[in-house]
Nanobody
Framework: VQLQASGGGLVQAGGSLGLSCAAS????????WGWFRQAPGKEREFVAA????????FYADSVKGRFSISRDSRRDTVTLQMNSLKPEDTAVYYC????????????????????WGPGTLVTVSS
């Protein structure tokens, strides 16, 4: 399974950007998809996650109310809509997926996701 994220770019503070992640290769029954990000000089952190069947969404406190994660079961894609972007949102964003049923608290942890995309850069200028 390969994941590929797209939609990164440069945007001014207060603007919006949408990221998409698509899966290719062998089909897999995904349980949940997540977005993580890594800012320069910082560790990679959780951003948002969504369970595939129920569509339950979870967000980091830093993006709650500004970001929205959704999934399209027909296209096998997950989208992260980012609004009211801030310079501190600048990072490389990674999408990840797991086919294992895990608890909602575990969706925050990178180690729970065996499938990862290569990342896409989001730069928010002030």
């Amino acid at each position: 399974v390969q994941l590929q994220a797209s939609g990164g770019g440069l945007v001014q503070a207060g603007g919006s950007l949408g990221l998409s992640c698509a899966a290719s290769g062998r089909t897999f029954g995904s349980y949940a998809w997540g977005w993580f990000r890594q800012a320069p000089g910082k560790e990679r952190e959780f951003v948002a996650a969504i369970t595939w069947r129920a569509g339950r969404a979870f967000y980091a406190d830093s993006v709650k109310g500004r970001f929205s994660i959704s999934r399209d079961s027909r296209r096998d894609t997950v989208t992260l809509q980012m609004n009211s972007l801030k310079p501190e949102d600048t990072a490389v964003y990674y999408c990840a997926a797991t086919s294992v049923s895990i608890g909602s608290r575990d969706l925050l942890y990178q180690i729970m996701y065996p499938y990862w995309g290569p990342g896409t850069l989001v730069t928010v200028s002030s």
